[in-house]
């Protein structure tokens, strides 16, 4: 096995969380020291309807559940555990007679994956136990590889298509105004480019998640970066035409991997901020300088996040995408993956929103990113507007349509 899998798999199980259900306080004593002994952490439940509460309020790695006891037996709470989206993959071990062979049966027709018999051998509970716990975590440590795999071709699907898409929407005007290409080459250029970085940087991903290499952090100009995600999502502003405001200091760089920010930071930011704003409407990139941090943040307009999804914005096992005020559509993925980026430069990631059916004067979202501060200049309080290299007000490249 892996070292690194094997570790994070001993990890699982240092900190593993087992339920006894059995109506004989003696047995739940002498499972309790049994396994207590071994570094579990042990809850005990004297009946079934105890044993579903327990699980309720605090879902176990395992249960041993005593098949025969009064009122509601093993059978029936096991059934109820496998009937629930929430618990149906918890593992039950049945705890039974060595007579009860037809119990043993029907228990496993039920769902359980073992069984122990009664009385209890020491080195026999020890090892059945760890050996359900191990299929349990490798069975999750595979979901997640499989989750983090899909994670991986979203980011390839979705960033390249923003960079291709700004290319071919120029050589569809480019048919009828060949001028095009002398006018945008630089930005086609750009998006080529920045496409071939994508799929470098999703090699670079699959290395990090097997612990292959370490992501390289430098000091990034953060007004190139901006400029450069402005460039390759200025259809989606043109379209919906919404004007970016960018008030950011010239010499404000900050510690990261430029094609990651760019592409999977500040394109999935502002892709979001776009999809949800309304038409001719603005959103604001601002930085500040704060001790050894530069906190930039993304502000739009728009209608604004729900309470209940705010909570599980960066969950990637929660579905959180939604329609946009145009009705564009999006995986969900974006944000996950956005402060996985930002936690592997160090830094930290804040989101407050405002819904616009709560209030018809403040709404909208603001992304707040705290990252390090990569600069050799000293910064001011206050950030002064931009000079001719880079304008405090950047406007979208405006693409003609071409002639009929």
Request: glycine share 6%; aromatic share 6%.
């Amino acid at each position: 096995m892996n070292p690194n899998i094997a570790n994070q798999m001993e990890e699982h199980l240092a900190n593993a969380h087992i339920l006894l259900v059995d109506d004989n306080p003696k047995n739940l004593q002498t499972l309790a020291v049994m396994l207590s002994e071994k570094g579990y952490r042990i809850g005990m439940a004297q009946s079934g309807s105890q044993a579903l509460k327990a699980v309720e309020l605090s879902p176990p790695d395992l249960i041993l559940l005593d098949i025969m006891m009064p009122i509601m037996d093993g059978f029936e709470v096991c059934r109820m555990l496998k009937s629930s989206v929430e618990t149906q993959k918890i593992p039950v071990i049945f705890l039974t007679a060595l007579a009860d062979a037809e119990d043993v049966i029907r228990g496993l027709d039920n769902g359980a994956v073992d069984y122990i018999t009664k009385p209890f051998n020491i080195s026999e509970v020890v090892a059945r136990v760890r050996t359900q716990l191990q299929l349990k975590f490798s069975a999750e440590m595979l979901e997640q590889k499989s989750t983090e795999q899909k994670e991986l071709l979203r980011i390839l699907c979705h960033d390249l298509a923003n960079t291709v898409g700004v290319v071919k929407t120029y050589l569809s005007y480019a048919k009828h105004k060949p001028e095009i290409y002398l006018k945008r080459g630089d930005t086609m250029r750009l998006a080529v480019g920045n496409a071939l970085e994508t799929i470098e940087l999703v090699r670079k991903l699959r290395a990090l998640g097997e612990e292959k290499i370490k992501l390289a952090l430098e000091p990034v100009h953060l007004q190139t970066c901006i400029r450069d995600s402005l460039t390759i999502l200025q259809e989606q502003f043109s379209t919906k035409n919404i004007t970016p405001i960018v008030h950011v200091n010239d010499e404000a760089s900050i510690l990261a991997d430029k094609v990651s920010f760019v592409n999977s930071v500040l394109n999935n930011i502002l892709t979001n901020a776009i999809k949800f704003s309304f038409p001719d409407s603005q959103i604001i990139i601002d930085a500040e300088k704060d001790n050894d941090s530069i906190i930039i943040k993304i502000r739009d307009f728009g209608i604004g996040m729900p309470c209940h999804l705010l909570d599980k914005i960066f969950d990637i096992s929660q579905i959180t995408s939604r329609q946009g005020t145009n009705g564009e559509v999006g995986t969900g993925f974006g944000m996950p993956l956005m402060k996985k980026f930002i936690n592997a430069y160090g830094g930290t990631v804040e989101v407050s929103s405002w819904e616009k059916v709560n209030s018809e004067e403040e709404h909208g979202t603001e992304v707040k990113l705290i990252l390090k501060d990569a600069s050799n200049s000293p910064y001011s309080d206050v950030f002064e507007k931009i000079g001719t290299k880079y304008p405090s007000h950047v406007e979208i490249p405006t693409i003609e349509s071409p002639a009929k």
